[in-house]
């Protein structure tokens, strides 16, 4: 049997377990005419073909997923448009899970939330660590600052006397999309801005700004904002302890001491992430490298450390552990054999649990949660990294 449930992928019951078919994740908007028939005729033709039936439901569920991207019309998926799609894309873990707080699995007596366990064999060897939101808390608010310039964007010269339904439309399309893409590069965000201002159709088309040019208004709000932050670090007015999660500086400095290769991704533009990592000193740790965005879209910094330390571990990435609290870092480190922790934190006051964060952690595909990096011994433990624990 073969349950679909929509948004949330689908069931198959075959055999001794069932199995779930997680959902790709659609950015866009999304049209479900023909979806339903789109599955059942391709679950048809891949079992009729000799596959099993769980094959066939994960095929069937790409190639519903491609009709669901075209709009306005019952929507068919050719072979190539389903290779495509699941080449390239990503998968909504646990969306049950992810919904539900209550339903969470802790080690007894810690804020260490359990999702998967590591592997029996697994020897970490490498570490990749998020910035922004994992151990720096310098760009914390930044999506205050990029909401409203998207929507002056997608609004132009109608932004202050915008109609509430429009503004509303607007202002729920814009929330949706920065939560869908947060932890990605700067530069992508703002191609998909392109397209924002493009479906909403408000600004004339010799108005609208490429990618580059809402990159650069950007950037010189947030800078400044950083700035400010630096200043007061600078003189001695705040210390390195109010800009980075709790723990997370101790956390680096014995994992370096341990001898893990330590590598820093960020969809921050390189430069910045640098010099931030610099000017909160811990930039030395990590001898693996810094790598940010360079402003190249096919170029993605956690990519291309994932890809370094493929090549240096010869595939071997049951040695690596990424610590993030972005949705790319996870879903690429799942991808290739990982192991993704979350770092669900709450930037504000440096410690403690954001639930909007765990959701979109495990849907991304986390093996495990953790607020902070407070309970250090815990987590160590739990990773079995090497040698004594060092706290």
């Not at 028939?37 to 997923?65: E, K, M, P, R």
């Not at 953790?370 to 309970?375: A, E, I, L, N, R």
Request: hydrophobic share 45%; charged share 25%; aromatic share 8%.
């Amino acid at each position: 049997m073969v349950v679909t449930r929509g948004g949330n992928g689908c069931l198959v019951i075959s055999g001794d377990s069932p199995k779930q078919i997680f959902p790709v994740q659609l950015l866009g908007k999304v049209d479900p005419v023909g979806a339903g028939d789109t599955f059942v005729s391709t679950l048809a033709a891949i079992v009729a073909s000799g596959s099993n039936l769980v094959a066939a439901a994960f095929v069937a569920n790409l190639a519903a997923a491609v009709t669901a991207q075209k709009l306005f019309q019952t929507g068919t998926a050719s072979p190539s448009e389903i290779l495509e799609l699941g080449a390239r894309g990503d998968y909504i873990y646990r969306p049950e899970l992810a919904d539900s707080p209550h339903s969470a699995q802790y080690k007894e007596g810690s804020e260490l939330e359990v999702i998967e366990e590591p592997s029996a064999g697994m020897e970490i060897q490498y570490a990749i660590y998020d910035h922004d939101g994992t151990i720096s808390t310098l760009r914390e608010g930044w999506e205050i600052i990029m909401e409203p310039m998207m929507l002056r964007a997608i609004l132009g010269d109608d932004f202050a006397m915008a109609e509430s339904a429009l503004l509303q439309r607007a202002i729920n399309r814009v929330k949706d999309f920065i939560d869908k893409t947060t932890g990605i590069q700067t530069i992508v965000q703002m191609h998909g801005l392109v397209e924002l201002v493009k479906e909403f159709g408000v600004v004339p088309k010799e108005k609208i700004l490429d990618a580059k040019g809402y990159k650069h208004i950007y950037n010189v709000e947030i800078k400044a904002l950083v700035n400010q932050r630096l200043n007061k670090l600078a003189s001695g007015e705040l210390q390195i302890d109010d800009f980075t999660v709790k723990g997370a500086v101790p956390f680096l400095q014995s994992m370096a001491k341990a001898g893990i290769k330590l590598f820093l991704a960020s969809g921050t533009d390189d430069a910045d992430v640098k010099e931030e990592a610099e000017r909160l000193g811990y930039a030395h740790l990590f001898n693996g490298g810094i790598f940010g965005s360079v402003g190249d879209v096919s170029n993605d910094a956690k990519k291309v450390v994932l890809e370094r330390i493929l090549k240096e571990v010869g595939n071997a990435c049951d040695h690596l552990v990424t610590f993030g609290d972005g949705p790319v870092e996870m879903r690429e480190t799942v991808k290739h054999g990982g192991y993704a922790v979350g770092v669900a934190s709450d930037e504000v006051r440096r410690f403690g649990m954001n639930f909007s964060k765990r959701k979109r952690l495990i849907r991304s595909g986390a093996k495990a949660l953790v607020p902070d990096f407070s309970q250090r011994a815990l987590l160590w433990k739990f990773l079995r990294l090497p040698g004594t624990i060092p706290f």
